[in-house]
């Protein structure tokens, strides 16, 4: 069984937890978030150990994966202690605020020899499966620009 590790336990972790539960050959085996008691509350209902540092959660030897579901400006460095630390990653988007940061990422992995998916939560949401049937089906003929909002 691959034991995950989420680190930014909020609601986006809580999104991916409740996903976890559903699929067979993982579980969640720990989580972090800066706060204590909200930390305390995720654990309790979701399960695994709950770390305050998310250093501390990628030195847990049953953390095979991670998720990073942290804000967008941690990325970088979590992603990179992640892959140093032999852990492989799924990372929400954006994978970073700058090419840069995306660029050290992918070294990081590149060197630890682990993989990296970047979610986009999003892709298989009704809507925008719709919307990409009706692009590749060119009714609209071809797309020069885009945009969707959620209300």
């Known amino acids: 069984m691959i034991g995950i590790g989420i680190i930014g336990a909020g609601d986006f972790g809580a999104a991916h937890a409740r996903a976890i539960r559903e699929v067979g050959g993982i579980r969640l085996a720990a989580a972090s978030r800066g706060n204590a008691d909200a930390l305390q509350q995720f654990t309790a209902e979701h399960g695994g150990r709950g770390y305050a540092d998310w250093r501390r959660l990628l030195d847990d030897k049953e953390v ?13 460095e979590m992603a990179i202690g992640a892959a140093k630390a032999g852990k492989h990653i799924l990372l929400e988007k954006p994978m970073a605020p700058t090419v840069a940061a995306c660029d050290a990422i992918n070294a990081a992995v590149a060197k630890g020899g682990v993989k990296l998916m970047v979610a986009h939560l999003m892709h298989f949401a009704p809507p925008c499966m719709a919307a990409r049937q009706i692009l590749e089906e060119g009714e609209l003929g071809r797309p020069l620009a885009g945009s969707s909002w959620i209300i």
């Open 64 to 76: 095979d994966a991670v998720l990073i579901a942290s804000p967008h400006h941690l990325h970088a």
